[in-house]
């Protein structure tokens, strides 16, 4: 069973960098059948995509926020990495990372989120 | 960028009710391409249709998806206590994936 596993800070101040991991268990993150996102909800509001990464480390980001992003992947360790920079306390959400079946083509997988506040 | 716009907001109904989603697209979709999560409280998304009109694993019969172009529908035939959630639909194109704002379903 393929488990995806968020970690990191809960706590970002305005103007820093926030960084989390996504720990894929169950399956190995350098099958070329999946792309690996992040996709955050802020409380109370709907999805927003943030960016997406294949295991040849391709990426592909949303417009929006792709100035400030940065995806990577470690396939030594079964992971991959969000950076996103300059945060503001709009980027307070629960961030997800899941795994894009080319398949299915959805996300068949997500992990539990991981609450992002950003506040000084 | 492709917008998805959802129908209605929320949709209050009784258990044993049927359920009728509308995810309407700023330019077309490939079918192949749309999907349907559910959404309960704090918990993460779960995939319940892809390819417009499939369902994931161990999704029950009575969800169905359908549509095409830029209208899609997702309906639940019946109600179940457990379905009150928030349904999310999804496009993916020109690398690039969003989502609609969400309907809720609650109970009436």
Redesign the interface.
């Known amino acids: 069973q393929v488990q995806l596993q968020e970690s990191g800070p809960g706590l970002v101040k305005p103007s820093q960098t926030l960084s989390l991991t996504c720990t894929v268990s169950g399956g190995s993150i350098s099958s070329g059948s999946y792309y690996w996102?992040w996709i955050r909800q802020p409380a109370g509001k709907?999805?927003?995509?943030i960016g997406?990464i294949y295991t040849s480390g391709s990426t592909?980001y949303?417009?929006s926020l792709k100035s400030r992003v940065t995806i990577s992947v470690d396939t030594s360790k079964n992971q991959f990495s969000l950076k996103l920079s300059s945060v503001t306390a709009a980027d307070t959400a629960v961030y997800?990372c899941?795994r894009?079946a080319r398949g299915?083509?959805?996300?068949?997988y997500?992990?539990?989120?991981t609450l992002v506040t950003v506040s000084s | 960028e492709i917008v998805l716009t959802q129908s209605p907001g929320t949709l209050s109904l009784s258990p044993g009710e049927r359920a009728t989603l509308s995810c309407r697209a700023s330019q077309s979709v490939s079918s192949s391409y749309l999907a349907w999560y559910q959404q309960k409280p704090g918990q993460a998304p779960r995939l319940l249709i892809y390819g417009a009109s499939s369902r994931a694993t161990g999704i029950p019969d009575r969800f169905s998806g359908s549509g095409s172009g830029t209208d899609f529908t997702l309906t639940i035939s019946r109600l179940e206590p457990e379905d009150f959630a928030v349904y999310y639909c999804q496009q993916y194109g020109s690398s690039s994936w969003t989502f609609g704002q969400g309907t809720k379903v609650e109970i009436k």
């Open positions: 996102s709907g999805l927003e995509w997406r592909n949303n417009p997800y899941a894009w299915s083509k959805a996300f068949d997500w992990g539990q989120g």
